[in-house]
């Protein structure tokens, strides 16, 4: 009789989570705006999916939940991960990488004396046609001496950490993009490609700050750290708001890379999609993780087109272990 009960009770409360993940990834066409379900998808997916194993090597009935949870989000897993697919790779196109370098180890978080040069060492192997770097510590950086055209701007707060763009083409029409109150911003510039006018966006949105001491598991954390969540995600908002707007003037196709510091469940991911491809979902294969945290995969880094461009491949660049973020590339057609 109690493991009866206690099955009844493990399957209504596997059918809650499911139903939990279900929002949080939008699949009803409404994604919940609480910013606690949105980057808690990676850890309900992990725990329903060992539910699932429970349950179908119990042979029971609620493995069903799982399975159906899964067709209803099948298309929304396409953000998170790409089954491969039949198509020759091409390295045709503009060949564009964006990699928060995390300041090339200023602080020795790896324990290594030559990140720097070992970023330079991997962008020159790759060979991009325009990299776009976020955390860019000007003071710590390499050469690069196979990019003659560059656009640095620093934060308010740290003149010599910012965002940079390298390229091996001409940069023109160079601006930036400054956000109020906050050390996260961008900057921009056009390229001539072929016969046409690119506009590369580097974008750096409001970071997380996760700190070990946030939990929800001790009273006197849990609210604060709720409360920045929120606080965070209503400025990325605003700051996608800002950019946006910057962007309504721009009459030429885009490539935008950014640091999100976002999941693509979330409302900030959402906004800038709506008129946008994610590289990743157009070309990607496998697992899009760039970002770990507590083990759990997060994507939060993006490379976003404009839909008169196609996106012919796309590459996560799981090995290089240079940051905490992994690099991410694209080659762009031109219509």
């Not at 808690?40 to 060992?50: F, Q």
């Not at 109020?180 to 006018?197: A, C, L, M, R």
């Amino acid at each position: 009789m109690k493991s009866k009960f206690l099955q009844r009770f493990l399957a209504l409360f596997n059918a809650v989570l499911l139903l939990l993940q279900l929002f949080a990834m939008g699949v009803f066409g409404y994604a919940w705006e609480y910013p606690l379900f949105t980057l808690s998808v990676p850890l309900l997916s992990l725990v329903n999916l060992l539910f699932f194993i429970f349950w179908a090597m119990k042979l029971r009935w609620p493995a069903l939940l799982f399975v159906m949870a899964f067709l209803l989000s099948f298309q929304e897993w396409g953000k998170l991960y790409q089954w491969p697919n039949n198509s020759i790779p091409t390295d045709k196109g503009l060949h564009v990488m964006s990699f928060n370098v995390r300041t090339f180890n200023r602080f020795r978080w790896i324990d290594r004396d030559d990140i720097p040069k070992a970023v330079e060492a991997f962008v020159n192997e790759a060979a991009p046609d325009v990299v776009c770097f976020q955390e860019y510590d000007n003071s710590n950086a390499p050469e690069f001496s196979k990019y003659p055209y560059r656009y640095f701007h620093s934060t308010k707060n740290n003149k010599k950490i910012g965002s940079c763009i390298l390229s091996k083409y001409p940069l023109f029409n160079k601006n930036t993009v400054s956000f109020e109150n906050s050390t996260n911003g961008g900057v921009y510039g056009d390229i001539k490609w072929g016969k046409d006018t690119l506009r590369i966006y580097n974008m750096h949105f409001e970071s997380l700050r996760i700190l070990p001491t946030d939990t929800l598991f001790a009273t006197e954390y849990s609210e604060k750290f709720i409360k920045k969540l929120d606080q965070v995600f209503d400025k990325q908002n605003s700051q996608i708001q800002q950019f946006l707007q910057i962007n309504t003037s721009v009459q030429h196709p885009i490539v935008l890379c950014t640091d999100l510091n976002n999941v693509a469940f979330s409302s900030a991911y959402n906004q800038i999609r709506a008129n946008n491809k994610d590289a990743f979902v157009a070309a990607g294969n496998g697992l899009g993780t760039t970002y770990k945290f507590s083990a759990l995969p997060f994507r939060i880094d993006y490379i976003f087109t404009d839909p008169r461009l196609k996106v012919a491949r796309f590459q996560t660049h799981h090995k290089i272990k240079l940051s905490d973020h992994k690099p991410i590339s694209a080659h762009i057609l031109l219509p």
